[in-house]
């Protein structure tokens, strides 16, 4: 029998160190070992709120009365609701829903104080944006108490009968855009957004540190070119890319998820390719700053991670605090979640979609101009 | 007769942290010349290419290069330069015909597609052209590297170490290629280690430590090395060397296949030094000094100056 050499503990040892020195001196990974757990921990721990509250409200008040103005003054007081503003027509709460500048728009009938006070159990309408059913329905089910407390000291003494057993007033709920409350609904065009960060920015994201690696790149800068020409022409082959995983994913939410497509596909297209491209600078600007490419792939997981969670597509992104909501519309996957349900679900049009795409716009024309200035034209 | 100087570079100078890796390199390379550009490796021969085409920045250094300032339009250089790198790096996982393709598009040249043709003609590949760069052997690789170089027509073509790794045969046809090129005017700065190469050269420069130490025509730096060698026959000449190597007047004994050059800068030192070892059966013969001896010479002088 051939004899093996014993193990050593000092190898071993020695091991351990080199590893620990060379993980040391790899920021980047270092980062990620310690910043993963973190921004999870704080993530769920307690950014992340399932049960979103202060959502923002507008309400149309038809009638002037006192029990009107108490409706008002509890919706203003409650958890649940913020008031933002109040209306004059129903156009305009509609409008004001379908850009998701408001979660809801409570409907104070005309008359509501008199049919109060005369026991005909005035009717309170309430437009939801049910987009995400998770982030209403907490709220809507507060609604009936909220409702029922703020009216029971006005109807104290002789009125005390009209609280009846079933309340005071009866509360209707539109639940818009997503009806029954589908969750799919949310999630299957909400996926196409995710689907495309997450490959569009690792696509490009190897594209320059493999050419160094693959040692291409020496030959490619001393070819008269110019940055821009380098990272665009890296950019655009891939949008086709983009758009295949696009119309797969469009696919399946029709004929799998049946989820409706309310406005225009076209629209929905050409925004696409708006999104992918904002991505696609993403990753080629990760590319210009990373050294190799196990950088590159953890840079777009940095980038990843965040979309991921603070975009609105895992959690309702009215139920995070503040500070992810700043980040959050920072993020390109946010604004094409809205603008991706809001065309299939509410049927926005141009106008409502220009409101988000700009923001994309303006994203990816940053990123870009970044990887331009970083992009390194000699090998130094 | 300045503007018959392709390259006219003085001073240039690179460090990487602290290593000064090309240090105050001067050069004049004339139009049509095959100017061969000499050096153990990391004595900074790449390094001082790459800085003529704007690859590297130069911390020091001025000069022009194909009239353009070589500092500052490195942009107008690198149209009409053809830079072949020392590695192979055209896209592996594109065919013969689509790197054609690419680097001819890249520098815009008209009548691309037939030129591309022309080339992959003139390559012999037409069968090939669909073939991926990266299952092409050494020499293969070599031939399209050179022929992607020179898809636009380039003034200036600096080769890095471009027959490294190639067979003979190949190596005698890609000599004969760039002769006839210079003959038609285009300009080479050839990076090689072999001597049958540099004695085929206009004029050598040779490199050492990133310190130009000599360069003129091949007679010019040999006449410069003043050294008188001598080549031994015989038999156990490792031991012979050994012996050499401790005696005064002695700077080299280096074997060359069966026999042995003995070489030293001062003749009479020399020859007395050998007196007492010219017996039977070693036979003894005075020859001119070649191109190597002189550059193992250089060698073993730089790392003394270390
Ligand atoms: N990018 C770089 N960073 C640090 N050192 C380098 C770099 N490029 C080359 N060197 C060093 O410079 C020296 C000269 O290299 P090079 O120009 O490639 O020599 P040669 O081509 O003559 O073999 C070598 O010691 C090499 O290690
Ligand atoms: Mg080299």
């Not at chain 2, 001119?288 to 100056?305: A, P, Q, T, W, Y």
Request: a positive charge; hydrophobic letters at 45%; one cysteine or more.
């Amino acid at each position: 029998m051939k004899k093996r050499p014993s193990l050593s503990i000092a190898r071993f040892w020695a091991i351990i160190i080199k590893e620990f020195i060379q993980m040391r001196r790899d920021r980047l990974t270092f980062g990620m070992i310690v910043g993963i757990p973190v921004v999870q921990l704080m993530l769920f721990g307690y950014a992340i709120n399932g049960d979103p509250k202060h959502l923002p409200t507008a309400v149309l008040m038809a009638d002037s009365g006192q029990y009107s103005r108490t409706l008002l003054s509890a919706l203003k007081n409650s958890d649940y609701f913020r008031f933002v503003r109040q209306i004059q027509t129903e156009a305009e709460g509609e409008a004001a829903l379908a850009r998701g500048e408001v979660q809801f728009v409570i409907n104070i009938p005309e008359n509501f104080s008199r049919n109060l006070l005369r026991g005909e159990k005035p009717t309170v309408l309430v437009e939801a944006d049910a987009t995400d059913p998770s982030a209403t329905g907490n709220a809507i089910a507060s609604l009936r108490t909220l409702i029922a407390a703020a009216l029971v000291n006005d109807l104290k003494g002789p009125l005390t009968y009209l609280a009846g057993s079933d309340g005071p007033v009866a509360l209707r709920v539109h639940a818009r855009y997503n009806p029954e409350g589908v969750s799919q609904y949310n999630i299957v065009p909400g996926l196409m957004g995710v689907v495309l960060t997450m490959t569009m920015v690792m696509i490009t994201g190897l594209a320059i540190t493999r050419e160094r690696e693959r040692g291409t790149m020496e030959n490619l800068l001393s070819m008269p070119t110019r940055p821009l020409e380098v990272l665009l022409g890296k950019i655009i082959p891939y949008i086709f890319v983009g758009y295949i995983q696009a119309g797969l994913i469009l696919v399946a939410a029709r004929f799998l998820f049946h989820v409706p497509m309310a406005g225009s596909i076209l629209l929905l297209l050409l925004t696409t390719s708006v999104f992918i491209a904002a991505n696609l600078a993403m990753g080629i600007t990760f590319s210009t700053l990373a050294k190799n490419q196990l950088q590159a792939v953890q840079m777009t997981f940095f980038f990843f991670l965040p979309s991921l969670l603070l975009s609105g597509f895992m959690f309702p992104f009215r139920g995070m605090p503040e500070w992810a909501q700043i980040i959050g519309e920072v993020l390109p996957l946010t604004h094409f979640l809205r603008i991706v349900r809001g065309i299939m679900l509410k049927g926005n049009g141009a106008g409502e979609v220009l409101l988000q795409l700009w923001q994309i716009t303006l994203f990816a024309l940053i990123v870009l101009a970044i990887g331009v200035k970083r992009y390194r034209k000699t090998l130094d | 007769m300045t503007d018959n100087l392709v390259i006219d570079v003085r001073g240039m100078t690179k460090s990487f942290g602290d290593r000064t890796v090309v240090n105050a390199i001067g050069l004049q390379v004339r139009r049509g010349e095959v100017y061969g550009f000499l050096g153990p490796n990391g004595s900074g021969k790449t390094t001082f290419i790459r800085m003529l085409c704007g690859l590297l920045a130069a911390d020091a250094g001025e000069g022009s290069c194909l009239g353009f300032d070589v500092i500052r339009e490195s942009d107008l250089i690198k149209r009409q330069v053809g830079y072949m790198t020392q590695r192979f790096s055209f896209y592996e996982d594109l065919s013969i015909a689509e790197n054609l393709d690419f680097v001819a598009r890249m520098y815009g040249v008209s009548n691309r597609r037939d030129l591309v043709k022309e080339s992959i003609e003139r390559l012999g590949l037409s069968g090939r052209q669909k073939q991926l760069a990266g299952e092409l052997s050494g020499g293969w690789k070599q031939r399209l590297a050179l022929a992607a170089c020179l898809i636009h027509n380039p003034q200036l073509l600096l080769l890095d170490e471009p027959t490294a790794g190639v067979d003979p045969k190949a190596r005698r046809d890609f000599w004969e290629q760039i002769h006839e090129l210079a003959g038609q005017g285009l300009t080479f700065l050839i990076t090689t280690h072999y001597m049958d190469e540099a004695e085929r050269c206009d004029r050598l420069a040779y490199l050492s430590y990133g310190n130009l130490l000599t360069h003129g025509t091949v007679s010019e730096v040999i006449a410069h090395g003043r050294l008188t060698t001598w080549s031994v026959t015989g038999p156990e000449l490792n031991e012979l060397a050994r012996r050499l190597r401790g005696i005064e007047g002695v700077q080299q004994a280096v074997a060359f296949g069966s026999r042995l050059h003995v070489s030293g800068t001062d003749a009479a030192a020399l020859e007395k030094a050998i007196t007492p070892l010219r017996l039977e059966p070693y036979k003894w013969q005075q020859i001119g000094s070649g191109l190597e001896d002189v550059f193992i010479h250089l060698m073993g002088n730089s790392k003394d100056n270390f």
